[in-house]
């Protein structure tokens, strides 16, 4: 049922006056909302395939699972598909990309000799649509990773090659930013450690921090690039030890001054990381986040309005941490419409963000005054405030479709453009 402008802007006069009783101002929220970009992740719309030619499948404990159809084929399938996305998304957003996405004419490009030149077409595009583009290495899906280890191989030729790569992708996301104007951050993430308890747990740890050390030797100008390192608790074929753990780059990000990336599902199944931001933010200079949902494990599920969600967008919000946060997103989920899976989870995250930049200031000045049962009653009736037609104030005031008007569009390009490839 398509929502009329009309009853969204009576629906927003009612909610605008209650949460100004409570000493909100939606049109501020609304605002600040529009400076909060979010890294939308190519990878959702192809299932990690990537537009080189290895041999390889999946590997690193990556795993995608269902067979939808529709997915892009081409760089120009999977631009054209991220169009349809950010149209029916509020805001303007950035795109990451990961080094196994360039294009390569037909030519075998192995990974240690990307260079910008192969990224020319998505910078011109992202620059065409006003974004910033992030990046990352591809330290996955391989010959060279076959075996569990790249930066952190026992074998230095190994290493060496994982290094020039892991170089030759900050050159890359040193480019971006400079075309772009605007910073990208290149995460390094690798899949490196055992399926079964390990004799030796810190050998491999020294190499892996000689090897970013070598990764990290040129300095980049910030105002084109940032680096961000991220930790992972297990993966298929690493469940008893990774060595790149949390402590590991908790450590490394610190003692290096590098952007610490905490992604959702990387930590035990029970381990919320809202409560992280604060305390890493006091000695790493900024946070990447990847926003993701695990289930059960690090099932990468599309972003869905959670409490694990809310949490965090309560606590960057409330320290004033947006600043020094840069929001990702990191799900695949090939058993549904890829676009739908993009537009959910992004439209999501930006809901969750909204909803904190409404609450009330009375529950912080409940705390400070020391009445935490106000403060307990008052976060309760908060969540029953009508966020949800600021919401569609937000998109309809942007050109975007309010509540889940989106799909109709959804079904229409599945219609004419998905349901044509094979």
Known sequence: MSTSSKSIAKSYAVAQSRYAEMGVDTEAAMTALTRIPISLHCWQGDDVGGFEYTGEG????????????????????????LDKALSLIPGKH?????????????????????????????????????????F???????????DGFTLAH???????????????????????????????????????????????????????????????????NPKHHLDAVECKLFGIGSESYVVGSHEFYMGYAIKNQKLLCLDAGHFHPTEGIADKLSSALMFVPEILLHVSRGVRWDSDHVVILDDALQAIANELVRNKLLTRTH?????????????????????????????ALLEPPALREAEKSGDYTARLALMEDAKGLPWGAVWDQYCQARNVPAGNDWMAEVKSYESKVLSKRA
Not at 167 to 190: F, Q, Y
Not at 336 to 345: D, H, L, S, V, Y
């Open 327 to 355: 929001i990702g997103l990191d799900f695949f989920d090939a058993s549904i419409n890829r676009i739908a899976a993009w537009t959910i989870g992004t439209r999501n995250t930006l809901k969750s963000l909204l909803i």
């Open 94 to 134: 950035r795109l990451n990309l990961h080094a196994f996405y360039g294009e390569f004419g037909g030519k075998k490009v192995d990974r240690n000799e990307i260079k910008p030149s192969h990224f020319t077409t998505w910078i011109d595009w992202a620059k065409a649509n006003g974004m910033g583009m992030d």
């Open 136 to 146: 990352n290495p591809t330290c996955f899906a391989h010959p060279k990773a076959a």
């Open 58 to 81: 999946l590997s690193g404990g990556i795993a995608v699972t269902g067979n939808y159809p529709g997915k892009a084929r081409t760089p120009e399938e999977l631009r054209a598909d």
């Open 154 to 220: 026992p074998k230095k030729a190994i290493r060496d090659f994982w290094i020039d790569h892991c170089i030759a992708s900050r050159e890359i996301g040193a480019a971006m930013g400079k075309a772009l104007g605007s910073p990208t951050v290149t995460n390094v993430w690798i899949p490196d450690g055992f399926k079964d308890t390990p004799v030796d747990r810190l050998s491999p740890r020294q190499r892996l921090e000689d090897s970013l050390d070598k990764v990290f030797a040129k300095k980049l």
